[in-house]
Structures are given as C-alpha cells and as structure tokens.
C-alpha cells in the first residue's frame, strides 16, 4: 500500500461537478493506493501512519489536531514507467481488491475518531486543496 500524503487546508472532492467530500482548516490529503498481496496487515499500518504521523503544524498528528483525513483512491501510484511513454498499471490491484481495502482504511480511521472525507471509487474526480506548507510525503507499509 502506497500513499502521498499532503498537509492541506480546505480540501473538496467533486465529481461529475458535484461536491461529494472535503474539509475546511487543517487537514491531511490521502492519495492511497493498493497493489498485489495487500491485506489487512497493510491497511492497519496505513490508518496507523495517517492518524499519528506528526505532519500538522506544531509537530501534531491527526489525532492530537482533530484534523479531518480526506482519502482518495488513487490506482497511479502503483505506475510503472521505467520502459516507454504510457505507463503500465499492472502493478496496481484490481477494483475489487483495491477497493474494500481502501475502505478499510477509512473506517479504522474512523474508529480512532477522525473525520474521513472520501472521494468515490472508480470515478473521475477533481481533488483541490492548498497544500500547507507544502508538506507533502509518500508512505510505503
């Protein structure tokens, strides 16, 4: 599992031209992706990073900040383009893998008591955000 994790203020999702998620403040931006072989074990160590990762101003994490999570499926992340010009995806789980594991994720999050804004599985989606900082990592489990 693989994610690209922004501090980010006032995050919104659209699709389709209508808003389907996001925050206002602080908060954190998830692009998360699943690939082969992920399970259970990775989507615990996922939620874990995201949720206590100090990556909000003044050292704090989500939990500490009660700062929203915006999670956003993101099957690119898992793109191969060490050989031509159009990438390949085949290191990126398929939908029906892929997708009750980001969930998964959410709802741990969730558990711990943070807000998650979801984006929608398989959809064109339009991600904005002001990236603070700009803070911004990639998590592997």
Known sequence: MRAVVARGLDGRCEVAGKQVSGFLGEGLVALLGVTHGDGEDQAQKMARKLAELKLLRGER????????????????????TAKGRKPSWSKAAPGPVAEPLVERVAELLEDRGLVVARGEFGADMQITFTNDGPVTLVIDT
Do not use: C
């Not at 994490?61 to 191969?80: C, G, H, K, R, W």
């Open 61 to 80: 994490n989500a939990l500490e900040a009660t700062a929203p999570v915006m999670l956003i499926s993101q099957f690119t992340l898992y793109a191969d």
